[in-house]
């Protein structure tokens, strides 16, 4: 049974860090893509960042360029999303997704995490 579980949301000031783990378990993770989603109240899930299987390329989406980076660590099934200089905006339940070819469409994803909420005051 495939599970991702993620870890590391809380509360920050805007312009405070966060990082934001996801362990996997039930799958070959170093096989698979892997994906940071958020969705805000009332918002639609959107891509936030993704990582090839041997995090040889990163995508960001635009709003969060320059400010999160997207890491793995093979050995641990773990997928890390750090994010710097936060935003009120930013303010989500963030979600890591898996997959064998991945992307940035959310529906190219087959197993996701239950979500993190991140909340930034500013």
């Known amino acids: 049974q495939v599970q991702l579980v993620e870890s590391g949301g809380g509360a920050a000031q805007a312009g405070a860090s966060l990082r934001l783990s996801c362990v996997a378990s039930g799958l070959p993770f170093s096989s698979y893509h892997m994906g940071w989603f958020r969705q805000a109240p009332g918002k639609e899930r959107e891509f936030v960042a993704s990582i090839i299987w041997n995090g040889a390329s990163k995508f960001f989406a635009d709003s969060v360029k320059g400010r999160f980076t997207i890491s793995r660590d093979n050995g641990k099934n773990t997928v890390y999303l750090q994010m710097n200089s936060l935003k009120s905006e930013d303010t989500a339940v963030y979600y890591c997704?898996?997959?064998?070819?991945?992307?940035?469409?959310?529906?190219?994803?087959?197993?996701w995490g239950q979500g993190t909420q991140v909340t930034v005051s500013s």
């Open positions: 997704a898996a997959d064998l070819a991945g992307g940035m469409a959310k529906s190219l994803y087959q197993y």
